[in-house]
């Protein structure tokens, strides 16, 4: 898929806040500084498109972003497992990123990033068992992984898997926001989807 085209649309905290279209969204999940806001933005070929920041927890809201006019939404859910936010914070995000999964037809995927350096966390293991229990698709991208030596990869990916399959086949795409590598890969993946 070539990107020439990338906006944020609205941010929105409610229903009556998301966009009124028939649009395919592709949801993005993972841990605060997971790199889901450098994935994006390497996704879309944009340097600034979504602020990253070295303090995680600054995704407070549901982040709609149109791709190619319109073609489909990428939507970025606040990151979970931020100790330093209040619990009656971290509720309110909880029951915000609910209302989206459990009601919004127009999601077709989920993209559950995560870090290919460490083991899945129980809030990674906590979203992939909701998302698949609520029966909507689910991709999972290793993210950072010019950080790990080639000849450690399939040590790092089977370790996900083996987290993450429960016994079901599981696509899990390696990638790297500074190099770009699978990229292509991950679009190909995305496109089956809108």
């Given at each position: 898929m070539k990107v020439t085209k990338a906006e944020i649309i609205i941010s929105a905290v409610s229903q009556a806040?998301?966009?009124?279209?028939?649009?395919?969204?592709?949801?993005?999940?993972?841990?605060?500084?997971?790199?889901?806001?450098?994935?994006?933005?390497?996704?879309?070929?944009?340097?600034?498109?979504?602020?990253?920041?070295?303090?995680?927890?600054?995704?407070?809201?549901?982040?709609f972003y149109t791709i190619n006019d319109d073609l489909f939404y990428f939507v970025d859910v606040p990151g979970y497992g931020y100790a330093k936010v209040s619990k009656s914070e971290q509720a309110k995000w909880g029951k915000m990123m609910e209302e989206y999964f459990e009601t919004r037809e127009q999601l077709q995927l989920v993209v559950l990033i995560v870090?290919?350096?460490?083991?899945?966390?129980?809030?990674?293991?906590?979203?992939?068992?909701?998302?698949?229990?609520?029966?909507?698709?689910?991709?999972?991208?290793?993210?950072?992984?010019?950080?790990?030596?080639?000849?450690?990869?399939?040590?790092?990916?089977?370790?996900?898997?083996?987290?993450?399959?429960?016994?079901?086949?599981?696509?899990?795409?390696?990638f790297s926001a500074e190099t770009s590598e699978n990229k292509d890969i991950i679009w190909k993946e995305i496109e089956k989807y809108i």
């Open positions: 806040q998301y966009p009124k279209t028939n649009i395919p969204e592709i949801a993005l999940a993972g841990r605060s500084n997971v790199g889901k806001s450098s994935f994006i933005n390497k996704m879309v070929n944009r340097k600034n498109l979504v602020r990253t920041s070295s303090k995680p927890g600054k995704t407070r809201t549901l982040n870090d290919i350096r460490h083991k899945p966390t129980r809030e990674d293991i906590q979203m992939y068992d909701y998302i698949t229990y609520l029966g909507i698709p689910i991709l999972i991208i290793a993210t950072k992984l010019d950080k790990i030596a080639k000849n450690k990869r399939t040590q790092h990916i089977n370790q996900i898997k083996n987290v993450f399959s429960h016994g079901e086949d599981v696509t899990i795409i390696p």
